[in-house]
């Protein structure tokens, strides 16, 4: 079985600072990773995902994360946020053999403080 | 192309009633997964369905089922409603492989 961990439950930045959301995974097999947001009353939006080739991967928004095998980790990064960017943020896992399921972390509330 | 849509939006039941919960994908898209979330246990995995049979389940009881139908609309029906079903639940997308799924706004639903 897969597992997810995000280490910070809550993540208080002022704009235009930088910010890293941590996320480390447990799987005893090769995974697929992925970045959600959640704005209030919404569904998930997915921000960005990781399949194969390049561990950096980028979403249209400035937000990046970069697959570490070794250290079984897919932090999200960015390097400037906005207010527009507090929300919760979710990352996921899912693997060949269990289709469409996404095993997801526990959410880290980003707030951006102006 | 339209996203998923999910209904009703909110929904207000008393406890020991059922309900059913509606999901139209992505036109084109096969699978249909949910999810319930809630405060206290987050985002957990409740079912899958592929061409119209179910793929794959999450640990939940008997009480919550779904089905889904040719046009690959899903529903997902909850039975004897307990005070702790009262989630947002989520409907998702896909082609059917693990690659990513679209989700939908979702439905409230509040027991009392």
């Known amino acids: 079985a897969q597992s997810v961990t995000q280490l910070d439950s809550q993540v208080p930045v002022f704009e235009e600072a930088p910010v890293e959301l941590r996320c480390n995974y447990s799987s005893s097999v090769s995974v697929y990773l992925f970045w959600y947001v959640q704005y209030p009353n919404q569904g998930l939006q997915l921000l960005l995902k990781?399949?194969?080739?390049?561990?950096l991967v980028e979403s249209i928004n400035g937000f990046e994360a970069e697959f570490n095998k070794s250290q079984t980790s897919f932090h999200l990064r960015k390097p400037s946020v906005h207010i527009s960017d507090t929300a919760e943020y979710f990352c996921?896992?899912?693997?060949?053999?269990?289709?469409?399921?996404?095993?997801f972390g526990e959410g880290t509330q980003l707030t951006v403080n102006p | 192309k339209a996203g998923v849509t999910q209904t009703p939006r909110y929904l207000i039941k008393t406890r020991g009633q059922q309900v059913t919960l509606s999901c139209s994908p992505i036109s084109g898209h096969r699978s249909v997964s949910w999810y319930q979330q809630t405060p206290g246990q987050g985002l957990q995995f409740l079912f899958e369905?592929?061409?119209?049979?179910?793929?794959n389940k999450g640990n939940f009881p008997g009480r919550f089922s779904g089905r889904q139908f040719s046009n690959s609309r899903s529903e997902m029906n909850v039975s004897t409603l307990e005070l702790g079903d009262s989630a947002l639940y989520l409907c998702?997308?896909?082609?059917?492989?693990?690659?990513?799924?679209?989700f939908g706004s979702g439905t409230r639903l509040t027991v009392v």
């Open positions: 990781y399949l194969s080739g390049s561990t």
């Open positions: 369905y592929f061409s119209e049979t179910q793929r």
């Open positions: 998702a997308s896909g082609t059917g492989g693990p690659y990513g799924y679209t």
């Open positions: 996921a896992v899912s693997v060949e053999t269990s289709g469409s399921r996404l095993t």
